[in-house]
């Protein structure tokens, strides 16, 4: 039987550790979402017993019947890390003796490189013209992802009087766990945003504080983001499926590229750890190589 994927109600322990990740750890409510998924699916796995009364055995048995039931590798263990963190918080404030989680790994999972567009794919997206004000709209949030490498989140949460700053070219942004970094927006950004500034009044409603609207004049939601620039690379003939998050991938490797400095970036993507910005190392060997093959004399296939 296939393991359940939610269960009608979660523990009061459950709620109560959610509610201390809220206030205490202000975890994002996309992040909150996902570990509630997770719990509930172990929650319902464990059905009847409590969950406090698991085993170590009892976390690889259900582990191996998530793999059973065709759930990833990656899936896998971002589940046992919810686990894991749920039964930390166990131990240090409901009196838990261990954590049946501690010793549990996933299983491997093949590694999986962010997926960046060239620079001249980069150009080709956004260096088209708008045909209308909602594409100046949406030219400004393209320039503004790349131009500053921002999470899709901190994108739509930004308001018309507040992050923006154009005197000084910078764009503050609440990030995971309610950080605030200071990014630079790059000078074809700023000219695309003061473009859609003003454009904007012909849209938002009155009372409505976000920089970017829809056509009916309130803030945007992420689905609309993805859609409309889903929509904006099929019309450029790129070839390839662009979401938000790549336009992310591709300023951060692309700065990596150009500078070298991997601790610049880091700050640049608001991660917490340098591990999280390590992986576009290898996107920028995978260029490196690809120069090399092209220009080496030695390297070149006979034939090519």
């Given at each position: 039987?296939?393991?359940?994927d939610?269960?009608?109600?979660?523990?009061?322990?459950?709620e109560?550790?959610?509610?201390?990740?809220?206030?205490?750890?202000?975890?994002?409510?996309?992040?909150?979402?996902?570990?509630?998924?997770?719990?509930?699916?172990l929650?319902?796995?464990a059905?009847?017993?409590?969950?406090?009364?698991?085993?170590?055995?009892?976390i690889?048995?259900?582990?191996?019947?998530?793999h059973?039931?065709?759930?990833?590798?990656?899936s896998?263990?971002?589940?046992?890390?919810?686990?894991?963190?749920?039964?930390?918080?166990?131990?240090?404030?409901?009196?838990?003796?261990?954590?049946?989680?501690?010793?549990?790994?996933?299983?491997?999972?093949?590694?999986?490189?962010?997926?960046?567009?060239?620079?001249?794919?980069?150009?080709?997206?956004?260096?088209?013209?708008?045909?209308?004000?909602?594409?100046?709209?949406?030219?400004?949030?393209?320039?503004?992802?790349?131009?500053?490498?921002?999470?899709?989140?901190?994108?739509?949460?930004?308001?018309?009087?507040?992050g923006?700053?154009?005197a000084?070219?910078?764009?503050?942004?609440?990030?995971?766990r309610?950080?605030t970094?200071?990014?630079?927006?790059?000078?074809?950004a700023?000219?695309?945003?003061?473009?859609?500034?003003?454009?904007r009044?012909?849209?938002?409603?009155?009372?409505?504080?976000?920089?970017?609207?829809?056509?009916?004049?309130?803030?945007?939601?992420s689905g609309?983001?993805?859609?409309?620039?889903?929509?904006?690379?099929?019309?450029q003939?790129?070839?390839?499926?662009?979401?938000?998050?790549?336009?992310?991938?591709?300023?951060?490797?692309?700065?990596?590229?150009?500078s070298?400095?991997?601790?610049?970036?880091?700050?640049?993507?608001?991660?917490?750890?340098?591990?999280?910005?390590q992986?576009?190392?290898?996107?920028?060997f995978?260029?490196?190589?690809?120069?090399?093959?092209?220009?080496?004399?030695?390297?070149?296939?006979?034939?090519?």
């Open positions: 039987m296939d393991a359940p939610v269960c009608p109600a979660l523990p009061e322990d459950v109560a550790w959610l509610g201390w990740l809220a206030s205490q750890r202000r975890a994002a409510p996309l992040t909150l979402q996902a570990y509630r998924r997770d719990l509930a699916r929650a319902g796995l059905a009847p017993r409590p969950l406090s009364a698991l085993s170590t055995h009892d690889r048995r259900f582990a191996g019947r998530l059973a039931s065709g759930l990833g590798s990656r896998i263990a971002r589940a046992l890390s919810s686990w894991r963190g749920f039964f930390r918080w166990m131990t240090r404030h409901r009196g838990l003796a261990a954590n049946p989680v501690e010793s549990v790994r996933p299983p491997k999972a093949p590694a999986r490189l962010p997926k960046a567009l060239s620079p001249d794919q980069t150009a080709a997206l956004l260096d088209a013209e708008p045909e209308d004000a909602l594409e100046v709209r949406d030219r400004a949030m393209f320039e503004l992802f790349y131009s500053s490498g921002l999470r899709l989140s901190e994108l739509i949460s930004l308001d018309v009087d507040a923006l700053d154009e000084d070219a910078m764009v503050t942004v609440l990030g995971k309610g950080k970094r200071k990014v630079p927006v790059g000078s074809v700023l000219v695309a945003l003061r473009a859609w500034l003003a454009a009044p012909g849209f938002a409603r009155e009372d409505e504080p976000a920089l970017f609207v829809t056509r009916t004049g309130v803030r945007m939601s609309a983001v993805r859609t409309r620039l889903t929509r904006w690379a099929q019309r003939g790129l070839g390839v499926h662009v979401h938000p998050h790549m336009l992310r991938h591709s300023f951060a490797s692309h700065v990596l590229q150009s070298g400095d991997l601790r610049a970036v880091q700050e640049l993507l608001g991660h917490a750890s340098i591990r999280s910005t992986v576009y190392t290898h996107l920028d995978q260029h490196l190589a690809r120069v090399y093959d092209a220009a080496h004399p030695r390297a070149r296939r006979k034939g090519a």
